[in-house]
Nanobody, 126 residues
Framework: QVQLVESGGGLVQAGASLRLSCAAS????????MGWFRQSPGKERDFVAA????????YYADSVKGRFTISRDNAKNTVHLQMNSLKPEDTAAYYC???????????????????WGQGTLVTVSS
């Protein structure tokens, strides 16, 4: 099973950018679709973005569409989330996740993912 480690979180002002990274261990990275979720205290873990195994397909939550970009580098076993025009409501712990299965709307559901990172905190001040 793939193991995931996120990095790149921090404290920024509204309007700034951050780039989150997720490093995956193992030789099976290309078997997985990859996703980013976020969770604020007292709230459920929400879908942010996903990318299929080859990088040829992506999907975004409406709240981040046009501001965030997900990408992956299969040669380096990494996935990134470029976050631009950050807003205070983007404040959350961000989690990288791996999904082994068909690409489809199921990749927006946290329960369908097979492996998770420990999370990285993003705080956006107003």
């Amino acid at each position: 099973q793939v193991q995931l480690v996120e990095s790149g979180g921090g404290l920024v002002q509204a309007g700034a950018s951050l780039r989150l990274s997720c490093a995956a261990s193992g030789r099976t990275f290309t078997l997985y679709n990859m996703g980013w979720f976020r969770q604020s205290p007292g709230k459920e873990r929400d879908f942010v973005a996903a990318i299929n195994w080859s990088g040829g397909s992506t999907y975004y939550a409406d709240s981040v569409k046009g501001r965030f970009t997900i990408s992956r580098d299969n040669a380096k076993n990494t996935v990134h989330l470029q976050m631009n025009s950050l807003k205070p409501e983007d404040t959350a712990a961000y989690y990288c996740a791996a999904h082994r299965g068909a690409w489809g709307l199921q990749i927006t559901v946290a329960g369908n993912f097979d492996a998770w990172g420990q999370g990285t905190l993003v705080t956006v001040s107003s």
